[in-house]
């Protein structure tokens, strides 16, 4: 079965910098679109940023565009999420997900049927 692994996030002071990775695990997998989403407490989840895999285009929430930068090594099968920075309120669970032309609709939670396990993302004040 094809399942996306994450690794990496953990705590940092304000500031700081931190960064994702999700490796995709299965004999076949091929999707057009990878997504960074967010969910911190009480709120909602929301996107972060997202990516073409074929060609490379991406897309950011306004609030992290200048600071968090989203790639691919598609030889090692993985999608990164580097994040510069940081603000306390940016504290959240991090997930990856992919969906073929799911990028197309924007930022929409519903559309991405596989998920990552979720990597927890602290910033201290």
């Known amino acids: 079965q094809v399942q996306l692994v994450q690794s990496g996030g953990g705590s940092v002071q304000a500031g700081g910098s931190l960064r994702l990775s999700c490796v995709v695990f299965?004999?076949?997998?091929?999707?057009?679109?990878m997504c960074w989403f967010r969910q911190a407490p009480v709120k909602e989840r929301e996107g972060v940023a997202r990516?073409?895999?074929?060609?490379?285009?991406?897309y950011y929430a306004d609030s992290v565009k200048g600071r968090f930068t989203i790639s691919q090594d598609n030889a090692k099968n993985t999608l990164y999420l580097q994040m510069n920075r940081l603000k306390a309120e940016e504290t959240a669970m991090y997930y990856c997900a992919a969906e073929p032309h799911a990028c197309d609709y924007g930022f929409i939670q519903a559309a991405f049927r596989l998920w990552g396990q979720g990597k927890q993302v602290t910033v201290s004040s």
């Open positions: 299965g004999y076949i997998y091929s999707s057009d679109c």
């Open positions: 990516i073409y895999t074929s060609g490379g285009s991406t």
